[in-house]
């Protein structure tokens, strides 16, 4: 598998003159934090389309994003929506090419930057993909079922977890943990139904969460033993899951209209009321979320320990899941808002990041 990540689709590296930060789009604030358009070409060119689904780094260095922008590279021509990878150091963009019509939903990047995971249609069914930075290659993993989605990685890209769906319609779907330096999957757990599952795998790949999305539980699963923990929430709880950091120590999901972060050794349980948890830091620490009271900022990053707020963002934004940095440094977002950099024209959805200092 190794080899052929390397052989498959080659990707395009821009080889025009690298940006100054005026031309990347970038701007310091009253915030105290530097605010950087991330979804602009590598001679810092902004995006002629929508770009979305931001995921970095656990060092803040590299950030994939898919986008319908057509000038972002070149040498491929556009025809679907793609993944894209900004290296912040080197202000460089690559496409990461993909066998497949539409990318769906949003990339995956390894904690390393290494590896960027996303799915695609292939006529009536979707497939899970792998891109690998280094050789700038993609292959498709192999699926559980007739179509696979929501991938997620380890740190390294060595572990992918994603779900296979049975049956035309699905009626059923299967959580599976793939090693594909040693060649070997494990099933996670297999449900009867296919509300979502949401899985979310630890940076060293020993651990899984995962929700059962018809009863409204979340899950742990511990490879070591081959069993599952739960429900974490307790039994008189909903709850839906958001993520698992990437050191394993935290679990965050949404019960009501509150967020609530798990210590997985103490199993004690950390209430962040009115909030809707949207992603953690790979180290447990620092929280994003969107505040249920929509008068205030749009995005907001906790320190869990300290109990203070830092604002990501005044304006329209939203964010996903592996959308910050270790020890919060870094939080990637998107909107449509036109006065977060100078130099905003391109009247569509672009992908930020917020730098803490």
């Not at 021509?77 to 990878?85: A, I, L, N, W």
């Not at 912040?88 to 019509?101: D, E, G, K, V, Y």
Request: proline share 5%; aromatic share 6%; hydrophobic share 35%.
């Amino acid at each position: 598998m190794r080899a052929a990540v390397s052989v498959v689709v080659a990707v395009c590296a821009v080889t025009a003159a690298l940006p100054t930060a005026a031309s990347a789009g970038s701007a310091s604030g009253a915030l105290g934090a530097g605010v950087e358009r991330v979804s602009v070409a590598s001679d810092g060119t902004q995006g002629d389309g929508a770009s979305v689904g931001g995921t970095i780094t656990s060092d803040g260095r590299r950030i994939a994003f898919s986008s319908v922008a057509r000038n972002l590279t070149t040498g491929f021509p556009m025809t679907y929506e793609s993944v894209f990878v900004r290296d912040r150091r080197t202000n460089t963009t690559l496409r990461m090419s993909t066998s497949a019509p539409p990318i769906q939903r949003r990339p995956v990047i390894s904690g390393d930057g290494e590896y960027i995971a996303h799915w695609g249609l292939i006529q009536r069914d979707t497939k899970t993909f792998l891109s690998q930075l280094k050789s700038q290659g993609t292959i498709g993993l192999n699926c559980p079922g007739l179509s696979c989605s929501q991938p997620s990685l380890s740190e390294d890209g060595r572990y992918v977890v994603q779900v296979g769906t049975s049956g035309r319609p699905a009626v059923r779907q299967r959580i599976e943990v793939q090693d594909w330096h040693a060649n070997t999957t494990r099933t996670v757990f297999e449900f009867d139904h296919t509300a979502p599952s949401l899985p979310s795998i630890s940076g060293d790949g020993r651990f899984v969460a995962y929700q059962d999305g018809q009863a409204q539980d979340v899950f742990v699963w511990d490879r070591t033993d081959d069993t599952s923990a739960g429900p974490i929430e307790g039994p008189a709880e909903e709850a839906t899951l958001v993520q698992l950091s990437r050191d394993g120590s935290k679990i965050v999901y949404l019960s009501g209209s509150d967020t609530h972060v798990q210590d997985e050794a103490s199993g004690t349980d950390q209430l962040v009321p009115d909030v809707r948890g949207l992603a953690i830091d790979p180290t447990g620490r620092y929280l994003l979320y969107a505040p249920q009271d929509t008068n205030g900022p749009s995005l907001v990053l906790r320190d869990l320990v300290t109990g203070t707020d830092e604002t990501v963002s005044e304006q329209p934004a939203s964010a996903g899941t592996d959308a910050v940095s270790t020890g919060g440094r870094d939080v990637v977002f998107h909107s449509s808002a036109d006065d977060l950099v100078p130099g905003d024209t391109n009247g569509t959805s672009d992908v930020f990041v917020r730098h803490f200092y």
